[in-house]
């Protein structure tokens, strides 16, 4: 029998009735948009997540389109991020007419190395063709960035610090989810991430409330704010003020309501990701190049388990001819992409990056996993070496 290679049906079994009532109240509702559980997912993201405001949106991508908008990051401007991540990094910074400039990752952890940040920022600077404006690091596979060097790096700079937990929402460094020291982080809640809507979702955790005000208009075709409306004395409903250009960004509140049970449980989830990880790394360190390395004093939420392997193709073709199937993240990097291959890579180049896009493979993870069916594949990983 396949094992799947990310479950979600066994959170189903365990919280399926609830969710399906929250889902029949939304519907007997009839607010179907920005309804009240749109608000409740904002509150309760804002107590998981230790931030003072959150913001929900149509998906991680818009989350990280909407901060390009309330920046006015465009043309001429600089926006430093990893290579070896998902393509929605760089494709937002590219849309809003700015140059995402590739910098290279650390070989532990494989997040954004804040000395490559340094040196690839040095070098924008001194060419002077671009102004560097923000970073974005990614909380690659579920664990935390360097966040306190990132964020001095930053800080030296002038610079945003975007904290990508497309993968990552719920990580912690020393008990400090990422907001305590990037100015935004973004989330998603693809069905696949460790919190998954039904479908398409995402949010943004911040600390300006001035902030929050512009993000709320640009979610909504750049309405105007309770500031905006008193100041133009507009007394009807702010969608028809429009006072900049906005977006269409709203999370549905069918996906609100799902998301809300599901954060009930996510703590626990965490701790069961964390335990099958560590069984993971345990039993296989012996027997692979490398098995995953999180930061000191991080916890990741692993989206991925993920090793790197001496014959990649092999193992994953040994695999899947038991059952078990892999998956080979980010096998072309972004600054190799044809998309993406005019854009500069910062100084040093990328050779970390180009070595683990050869060896990286992730194998089956979910907070579900249970110990027969991880033993199955440890021992064909185990076996084919």
């Known amino acids: 029998m396949t094992i799947p290679f990310i479950d979600l049906q066994s959170q189903r079994l365990r919280i399926g009735a609830d969710i399906d009532a929250s889902l029949l109240e939304v519907a007997r509702s009839g607010q179907y948009i920005m309804g009240p559980a749109v608000a409740a997912l904002e509150r309760a993201l804002c107590e998981f997540g230790q931030a003072p405001h959150a913001l929900s949106c149509s998906n991680g991508t818009d989350a990280l389109v909407l901060l390009m908008m309330a ?32 910098v290279d990752i650390r ?53 945003k610090l975007i904290a990508d937990s497309a993968q990552g929402f719920g990580c912690t460094l020393d008990g400090r989810h990422p907001i305590h020291w990037a100015d935004v982080s973004t989330l998603s809640f693809f069905p696949a991430k460790p919190l998954g809507a039904y479908g398409d979702g995402g949010a943004i955790l911040l600390k300006d409330e001035t902030l929050l005000d512009h993000l709320i208009s640009l979610r909504v075709h750049g309405q105007a704010t309770a500031a905006d409306a008193a100041a133009c004395g507009f007394e009807h409903d702010p969608k028809y003020l429009n006072l900049r250009l906005g977006m269409n960004g709203r999370l549905d509140t069918l996906q609100a309501a799902v998301l809300v049970e599901k954060l009930k449980i996510f703590e626990d989830e965490i701790e069961r990701r964390n335990r099958i ?81 050869e060896r990286v493979i992730s194998l089956p993870m979910s907070a579900y996993l249970d110990e027969a069916v991880q033993d199955r594949v440890i021992e064909a990983v185990i076996a084919y070496n």
């Open 107 to 159: 070989p532990d952890t494989w997040t954004l190395d804040p000395q490559a940040l340094r040196a690839a920022i040095d070098q924008v600077e001194r060419e002077g063709r671009l102004r560097p404006r923000a970073v974005i690091a990614v909380d690659l596979f579920g664990q935390p960035a360097d966040y306190p060097a990132l964020a001095a790096v930053a800080a030296e700079h002038g610079l």
């Open 71 to 102: 920046w006015d990051i465009g043309p001429g401007d600089a926006v430093f991020c990893p290579a070896f991540t998902f393509a929605a990094t760089a494709e937002i910074v590219a849309l809003a007419g700015a140059v995402p400039v590739f």
């Open 277 to 357: 990880a560590d069984r993971y790394t345990q039993a296989l360190q012996p027997h692979v190049a490398a098995v995953p390395r999180v930061i000191p004093g991080g916890r990741s939420v692993w989206a991925q388990y993920t090793i790197e392997h001496d014959d990649r193709a092999g193992l994953a073709a040994a695999l899947k001819a038991k059952g078990i199937p892999t998956a080979v993240y980010y096998p072309i990097p972004l600054h190799r992409q044809p998309a993406y291959s005019s854009h500069p890579v910062g100084a040093g180049g990328l050779a970390v990056t180009e070595a683990k896009a």
